[in-house]
Each structure stands twice: as structure tokens, then as C-alpha cells.
């Protein structure tokens, strides 16, 4: 298989973002927001987190402060919303698992409190 | 995310400086994929524009640099042809800089041209963009550090699991063994991100083709459900 690369840091001009995964008004509706830090306790502010559940396709880029945030609803029929982390340094794409019902998820990449990731 | 340690860069890898403090130290758990991961994000027509594969066109005027043709087949790991699947792209330009504002690289940027395409794999996986030659770049890993000429590549495929962000190179460039970024890769998969000069996709009197085949994880699923996003 074809093997992975780091997204590097100069990707915000070229990738769109989704935050809507569903409209403002959606019945059920909701903003999952966090920050992103590395092993420093520092934001990392050139990530960017995709989220995917049936309902839909997230994708956002952290802002200066590390912060991102989709809005959308609780998946029908699953309790996690998949997530996808890209950041110059990862040289692999990082997955976790959004347990639901949420409304604040960090990701720790390193450390004492760092995310569960997952491999297939 | 992936563990074909046999291909897969390690997430430590202390030559990239940027990974020593972004690496996780746990180690992933290993989980079957949920139904939900074999499933994706399908973008139809008419996320793409009709230029959006020609990075020289639409800015006004002709970008400087080597016009080139990058072209190729992106299939899953059992030969099966990935269809209709986004591709994005993004890379610097002739003079190795990127159009964006927090690249201080001292070479100039092109008006014509930002570096930036996107289109959907056709119904047997092939895909083709018309861009120019990127320029290589310093950085500041270590002394004297600059990046081989690339481009990254995005990809979807057709299932979460599939997912893929990775960089093509071009071959005979003397800056790859040099590049710490191509070298976390195992030396066995390193060839497999450098494209080929293909002769026979060349334009005479216009533009050199490279052929860059891709290849994706496989899914246990042959045909993934199909879920259109909400918006965008």
C-alpha cells in the first residue's frame, strides 16, 4: 500500500472545511468542540480533525489556540463518531472514536492524558 | 493509523524534529473497523469545478514554471479499482513556495498560480491533473535542510478506513535520500511515492506526464454504502 506522509504545515489554502455536518436548526443538533495539544501541554494550531459518522462529513482546522468544533448530531445506530487527525509532525493520520453523547472532546497527542487512538 | 510496518512511516521519528513532541507514546489500540468506518464521504461532480484538475488554469494568465501532466490509477490493496473518489492536491510553486501566508520562504509567488487542485477518480480509478513542477524549499529541521520537490496528495477512496494523506516525489531528485521525511519510511516503501517519468502520456510541444499509481487499504466490504454530506 501506498504509505502515509505528514499533511506538513502550509495545507489551510488548499482543503475546504465542513464544520456543518448538519445545518443550524437540525433537529437534535449540536456543536462538539475541544483543542488539540502535543506532549508539551502546547495548542497545536495546524491540525486538522475530520470527523465521519453516517450522518455526514466533518472537517475543520485548529485555530491559533489549538480549538476545533463540528456541528452536528448524534450518529443513529452507532455510539461513536469516527475521527481523523492529520498535523505537520504526524507522519500517519491518528483515529479516534468520539464516544456520544459529547460535547467537549480534546486530543492529547502526547502525554499523561493523551487520546485513545485506535488502528484497524 | 495504519500498521504495514513493512511500508508505514513510525510516528516517532526524531530526525522530523516535528514528531518528538506530537507522537503518541501509547500504542494504538487494535480494533476491528465498525461498519461505520467502512463506510465514507462520497463527493459527487459537483464538488469539483471543471478546472479544478488544471492548477494552470483559472488565475488569469499562465503560471511560470514546467507545465507537467500528473496522472494515475488509484486501486485498493487487492488490485480493485477505487472509482469516483476525491482527490485533492496541493504543492508549492516553480520557485518552491507555497501560496500560503505563513510560508516566509524568500522566493516569489506566481499570481497565476496557488498551487491547489481537486478531482474525482473516474469509474476505473484513474485520475489526471495538469500543474507545474514544484520548486524544492529549505526548512528549518536542521542545518542546511530542504524539502525534495512534491506534492501532496489527499485521498478518500470509498471508506473511512481508506483514508490517506501523503506526499508524490519525482524521481532522480538528489535531494531525496537526503529528506527526512521520505526516509521514515522503511526503504522497501520509499519507491513507492516517487512517481515515473511516462513518455507516452507526454504532450508533444506542451507538457512531460509523471504516472503515479496509488493503492489503498482494502476493505472487507466490496461495495460500501453510499452517504451524500450534508453540505458543504
Redesign the interface.
Known sequence: MTPSQTIGPFFAHALFQNHHVVPEGAPGAFWIRGRVFDGAGEPVPDAMIETWQEEGFGRCLTDAQGHWGVHTVAPAGCDFIAVSVFARGLLRRLVTRIPMPATDFDIVLQGENETTFYEY | ????TK?????L?PA?G?????????T??????????L???VFGQDTVGPLDHDLTQGLGGEPLGERIIVHGRVTD?DGRPVPHSLI???QTNAAGR??????QHPAPLDPHF???GRCLTDGDGNYRFVTIRPGAYPWRNHHNAWRPAHI?F?LFGRA??Q?????MYFPGDPLLPLDP??A??PEQ??P??VAEFDLNETVPQWALAYRWD????STPTQKP?E?P????
Do not use: C
Not at chain 2, 7 to 11: A, C, F, K, R
Not at chain 2, 98 to 103: A, E, K, L, P, Q
Not at chain 2, 214 to 217: A, G, T
Open positions: 493509523m495504519n500498521t504495514d511500508y508505514e512511516p513510525p510516528l521519528w522530523y516535528s514528531t518528538v513532541l506530537r507522537a503518541p507514546k501509547k494504538p489500540i487494535r480494533v476491528d473497523p465498525d461498519k461505520v468506518e463506510t465514507g464521504p490493496g485533492e492536491i496541493w507555497y501560496s500560503h501566508d505563513r510560508d496557488n498551487g491547489v501532496h489527499s473511512f478506513v483514508r490517506l494523506i501523503t506526499q521525511i521520505l521514515s519510511i516503501g520509499r513507492l511515492l496509488i493503492i489503498l487499504r454504502v452517504k454530506m450534508e453540505d458543504q
